[in-house]
């Protein structure tokens, strides 16, 4: 077993954590890999801090994203991929880290059990790993791997996946998405390789919670992803999902909505609403009034949630 692993990390500004990040994958059991950094346009001294492991070790690049692509980090991961070298691909994020055997326990998973994917598990830990802040949870497939993916019963992730890049040479990170964008990816690749992946009950990577995530927090574009993602989902499951796995979907959408309905995102809600007429028909024009009632008075939003409530036969939170 000497394939050689592509790991390809986005970075942005992220010169004071991305050290511990690179010095988890030199401590890396599996030797046979190359590390693509590509720089999302960091104003600080990434630079500096990459320059040092390249001088020290070859199997490090350091690239940039091409003015010509958008900004984010899904361009990032892309542009990663297409320098990619290896027969395995493992993105990762430049503020977590991997356990030291990550890569060898996974790629392991992969040949032992001949499939093309193989997901571990991680735990949560506070900004300086410190403090384990939530602990992993093993993987217990309910409804099937791609349906407790797209329902959040499955936790994975960009870090805690490894692929064959084979299988996922045909896929493409959308690169207009800047929130959601992992989960509108691996659904895709979850529904086509459900019997391609095997589930690693060992937490093998630690992801760092702070308040200056790449991804940032709720915000207007941030409000427009989730419900472009979620409207996928809904787009894209079979006609013969299960009846409970499609009222999951119908409640996270409404949960996504809302935050545009809360916040005051008027174009964003009405093109939400619009679709929304698809999901439950006699509702739309209801949760118009109701907005339209919060914009000019701030009321409004307790009866957003018993109407959806009441239509999902679900308590609203």
């Known amino acids: 077993m000497n394939s050689l692993v592509s790991i390809i990390i ?23 890999w190359e590390c693509i950094v590509v720089d999302d346009g960091s104003t600080d001294n990434t630079d500096v801090v990459l320059a040092n492991y390249i001088r020290n070790d070859n199997r490090f690049q350091y690239h940039h994203r091409p003015k010509n692509r958008l900004p984010g980090g899904n361009a990032a991961r892309n542009y990663g ?95 207009t998405l800047r929130k959601s964008q992992e989960v509108e990816f ?59 796995v499609k009222n999951n979907l119908k409640y996270e959408y409404f949960k996504a909505l809302y935050l545009a309905f809360k916040n005051k995102y008027s174009f964003i809600y009405f093109r939400g609403l619009l679709f929304s007429n698809k999901i439950i028909n006699p509702l739309v024009y209801k949760l118009g009034i109701l907005y339209i009632i919060h914009y000019f008075i701030d009321k409004g939003g307790l009866e957003y949630k018993k109407v959806i409530g009441r239509s999902l036969k679900w308590n609203f939170k």
């Open 10 to 32: 986005p970075t942005f500004n992220r010169a004071h954590l991305i050290g511990e990040t690179l010095d988890s994958v030199l401590a890396q059991t599996y030797k046979n």
């Open 186 to 244: 691996l659904q895709r690749i979850f529904r086509e390789s459900e019997n391609d992946i095997f589930l690693l009950n060992e937490s093998l990577v630690k992801v760092r919670r702070h308040n200056n995530s790449i991804t940032g927090g709720i915000n207007k574009r941030a409000v427009a992803d989730m419900l472009k993602v979620k409207r996928c989902l809904i787009k894209e499951l079979p006609h013969n999902a299960p009846e409970n």
């Open 81 to 175: 991929f297409e320098k990619s070298k290896g027969e395995y691909v493992q993105w990762f994020d430049s503020d977590d880290l991997m356990e030291v055997e990550l890569i060898q326990k996974q790629l392991s998973s992969i040949k032992n059990n001949k499939v093309k994917i193989s997901i571990c598990l991680l735990d949560r830990y506070n900004s300086n790993f410190t403090e384990l802040e939530k602990p992993a949870q093993d993987h217990k497939v309910k409804f099937s791997i791609y349906y407790d993916f797209i329902l959040r019963v499955l936790e994975a992730n960009l870090p805690t996946t490894l692929f064959e890049k084979e299988t996922i040479q045909k896929y493409k990170l959308d690169e």
